[in-house]
T-cell receptor, first 118, second 116 residues
Framework: DTAVSQTPKYLVTQMGNDKSIKCEQN?????MYWYKQDSKKFLKIMFS???????INETVPNRFSPKSPDKAHLNLHINSLELGDSAVYFC?????????????????FGPGTRLTVL | AQKVTQAQTEISVVEKEDVTLDCVYE???????LFWYKQPPSGELVFLIR??????QNEISGRYSWNFQKSTSSFNFTITASQVVDSAVYFC?????????????FGQGTTLQVKP
């Protein structure tokens, strides 16, 4: 009964390859996110989808392309992988921005995918 | 522009000591939300607390407490009687109400090591 799951957990690949990371949430949330955590542990938002619509697209190389087939899934495809893409990628989900009590809801994170580009 | 600063990169304490992790934020929004997350050595991100800009009440949850001071734009986190299991990286994060996207802006994180 995992809330937010990511596959694979580890991904080791050669420079120039294309790879995908999948994310699924069973919480019934409307919004999903991708974050990147670099080697210094810094976390930065990359993308977000709300009900399959892209709502956040930060300054990310266009080699990165998110896809949301439905609101429970948000996948991340990376073309022509580079050494600098090595990082941990976290998927997260949250209910709509403003909860019924006007309280902004927290995000629930997946376990992360450690990508290593050789 | 929005920003979160966690000036303490690493803190090391001995078990049972109290420790405070500092967080200072910058935002032009009057409505915003502050969060703390914990990242233990296993790597997952665990939600600890959420605070709204219009609620300055401090909060206590067991050995954890949070002090929100709008006047100094700070949202500090104190662990009382620290334990080895508290060893982790702790992140403070900000979300601005105007974005309506839920985007989290994280601080650099503070690595806490609690020694037995």
């Amino acid at each position: 009964d995992t809330a937010v799951s990511q596959t694979p957990k580890y991904l080791v690949t050669q420079m120039g390859n294309d790879k995908s990371i999948k994310c699924e949430q069973n919480l019934g949330h409307d919004t999903m996110y991708w974050y990147k955590q670099d080697s210094k542990k810094f976390l930065k938002i990359m993308f977000s989808y709300n009900n399959k619509e892209l709502i956040i697209n930060e300054t990310v190389p266009n080699r990165f392309s998110p896809k949301s087939p439905d609101k429970a899934h948000l996948n991340l495809h990376i073309n022509s992988l580079e050494l600098g893409d090595s990082a941990v990628y976290f998927c997260a989900s949250s209910p709509n921005g403003l909860g019924l009590a006007g309280i902004y809801n927290e995000q629930f994170f997946g376990p992360g995918t450690r990508l290593t580009v050789l | 522009a929005q920003k979160v600063t966690q000036a303490q990169t690493e803190i090391s304490v001995v078990e049972k000591e109290d420790v405070t992790l500092d967080c200072v934020y910058e935002t032009r929004d009057t409505t915003y939300y502050l969060f703390w997350y914990k990242q233990p050595p296993s790597g997952e991100l665990v939600f600890l607390i959420r605070r709204n800009s219009f609620d300055e009440q401090n909060e206590i949850s067991g050995r954890y407490s949070w002090n929100f001071q709008k006047s100094t734009s700070s949202f500090n986190f104190t662990i009382t009687a620290s334990q080895v299991v508290d060893s982790a990286v702790y992140f403070c994060a900000l979300s601005e109400g105007s974005s309506n996207t839920g985007k989290l802006i994280f601080g650099q994180g503070t690595t806490l090591q609690v020694k037995p």
